[in-house]
């Protein structure tokens, strides 16, 4: 079976910057892509960056990008996000996620597109 375990959330004030790690057991990397999403209180779970198998390409919502880096390292089985110049409302629950849909596309992805899930790391922004 695959696990993910979601790391590195936490409390952070605005402008600041967080590193969320996710730590996969089972045959997932090397093989499939992998995403990161998040759900705030009352909110639908959003697509927020995306990594293909190879780490080669990669997709971020528009909302993030130029400040999330997504990465990845096959080697260790692990992937990362790197959140730069957080904002309030980006307080959240932040998933992990194997992507199950064959063919790479820039984005963005929809949860639905994703099989495993992590169990979320809380991140919060203060203002």
């Known amino acids: 079976q695959v696990q993910l375990v979601e790391s590195g959330g936490g409390l952070v004030q605005a402008g600041g910057s967080l590193r969320l790690s996710c730590a996969a057991s089972?045959?997932?990397?090397?093989?499939?892509?992998m995403g990161w999403f998040r759900q705030a209180p009352g909110k639908e779970r959003e697509f927020v960056a995306a990594i293909n198998w190879n780490g080669g390409s990669a997709a971020y919502a528009d909302s993030v990008k130029g400040r999330f880096t997504i990465s990845r390292d096959n080697a260790k089985n692990t992937v990362s996000l790197q959140m730069n110049s957080l904002k309030p409302e980006e307080t959240a629950v932040y998933y992990c996620a194997v992507r199950r849909w064959a063919g790479w596309t820039n984005g963005p992805h929809r949860p639905h597109e994703y099989g495993y899930w992590g169990q979320g790391t809380q991140v919060t922004v203060s203002s």
């Open positions: 089972g045959r997932t990397f090397g093989v499939s892509d």
